[in-house]
């Protein structure tokens, strides 16, 4: 009977260390699941939180342009009748000096309404033409294009037909 009992007792301590095993091994396996379920959902937080961040931004621009255009009503009689065209609201290319490639270029850095060129930096916006452009746009003089576009924001049609009569090619004669 000491023998059987010797290789039963062997048998169960086998098992049981197996079993011990097995559970630390599941256990491990859990754990793990739990940390990489854990670190997505930290991602997907932090994803959110970026997001956040970018809608609070954009809400703040648009909030600070609505405050800019409290009370301003865009005319487009009055602009045709003082500078003898049709104009379309936030038309980039009714600034002397602006056609269609610059047009293009500023609204491909985000400057595409009267307000946001009359709030640039002149040096700013001939940087933007520089980089995106190239050399050629060099001759390019936007140091009125803010003012003209501020007049246009504000309506100030008379205003504005006044400057650009006085300017060449965007340029103080």
Known sequence: MNER??????FILVVLIVAALLGFFIGYLIRRYKHLKLSELE???DQLKIKLDDCRHEKQALLS????????????????????YKVVQDDLKIVEGIGEKIDSILKSRGIDTWLKLSQADAVHVKEILLEVGGQQYNIHEPKTWPQQALLAHEGKWV???KLQDELKGGRLQ
């Open 5 to 10: 009992f010797t290789s039963d007792l062997v």
């Open 43 to 45: 991602n997907e937080i």
């Open 65 to 84: 342009e609505l405050e800019a255009n409290q009370g301003i009503v865009f005319d487009g009689k009055a602009a045709a009748s003082a500078l003898g």
């Open 159 to 161: 205003e504005l037909k």
